[in-house]
């Protein structure tokens, strides 16, 4: 599709409508509202992109339904987000961090998101690193720092943690069989076989 395609699908669409779309596209997402306006894939797709870079689709899709883009967070992380919104690509980046940071770090999901997959989160620091932890997360950016340095202190005491929690159980285990082997009875055997 051309330019010029494009920009008379967006005229004939989208101008003067571009407020109504927005609000028919947070109440029944972007499948309905393509087949409601007889949009192809394609023609969709251009009227999606100027909706989310022109009139900050994105933003305020997810300012109206907050509690719900919140809670799929902390359940799923980032990535679901961005599937969730059809915003995988990475033209959409740029755009997708106003909606990160309203998500993530306006409402301290991110330690949320965190301390409920900490496990998870911690086995990937042990067998991956910081920095792919980091990038999972999305704060591998600079302006971060201070949410990652919070959030590494919450996996870092996790890993303590379990490690701690492993060392104690083994140390159970041997002073439990020590102290049983010491209280138990012991029987001779004879010749027979059979203990008296």
């Given at each position: 599709?051309?330019?010029?395609?494009?920009?008379?699908?967006?005229?004939?669409?989208?101008?003067?409508?571009?407020?109504?779309?927005?609000?028919?596209?947070?109440?029944?997402?972007?499948?309905?509202?393509?087949?409601?306006?007889?949009?192809?894939?394609?023609?969709?797709?251009?009227?999606?992109?100027?909706?989310?870079?022109?009139?900050?689709?994105?933003?305020?899709?997810?300012?109206?339904?907050?509690?719900?883009?919140?809670?799929?967070?902390i359940k799923y992380g980032i990535s679901h987000i961005?599937?969730?919104?059809?915003?995988?690509?990475?033209?959409y980046d740029t755009v997708f961090c106003t909606v990160?940071?309203?998500?993530?770090?306006?409402?301290?999901?991110?330690?949320?998101?965190?301390?409920?997959?900490?496990?998870?989160?911690?086995?990937?620091?042990?067998?991956?690193?910081?920095?792919?932890?980091?990038?999972?997360?999305?704060?591998?950016?600079?302006?971060?720092?201070?949410?990652?340095?919070?959030?590494?202190?919450?996996?870092?005491?996790?890993?303590?943690?379990?490690?701690?929690?492993?060392?104690?159980?083994?140390?159970?285990?041997?002073?439990?069989?020590?102290?049983?082997?010491?209280?138990?009875?012991?029987?001779?055997?004879?010749?027979?076989?059979?203990?008296?």
């Amino acid at each position: 599709m051309n330019i010029q395609d494009e920009n008379m699908l967006i005229e004939r669409y989208v101008k003067g409508k571009s407020e109504d779309l927005i609000d028919r596209y947070v109440q029944d997402g972007s499948t309905v509202l393509a087949e409601e306006l007889g949009l192809s894939e394609l023609e969709w797709q251009v009227v999606f992109d100027y909706l989310v870079f022109e009139r900050n689709l994105l933003y305020k899709c997810v300012t109206r339904n907050r509690d719900f883009f919140v809670s799929e967070y902390i359940k799923y992380g980032i990535s679901h987000i961005r599937e969730v919104l059809s915003v995988v690509d990475e033209k959409y980046d740029t755009v997708f961090c106003t909606v990160f940071d309203f998500i993530v770090i306006s409402n301290d999901a991110l330690y949320l998101h965190v301390m409920e997959n900490r496990d998870r989160y911690a086995t990937a620091l042990k067998a991956r690193g910081s920095d792919f932890v980091r990038k999972v997360l999305g704060v591998w950016s600079e302006k971060y720092t201070e949410n990652w340095q919070k959030v590494l202190d919450l996996l870092l005491h996790a890993v303590c943690d379990s490690i701690f929690s492993e060392t104690t159980f083994d140390h159970g285990l041997t002073a439990f069989s020590r102290i049983f082997n010491n209280v138990r009875e012991h029987r001779p055997i004879y010749k027979s076989g059979i203990i008296i």
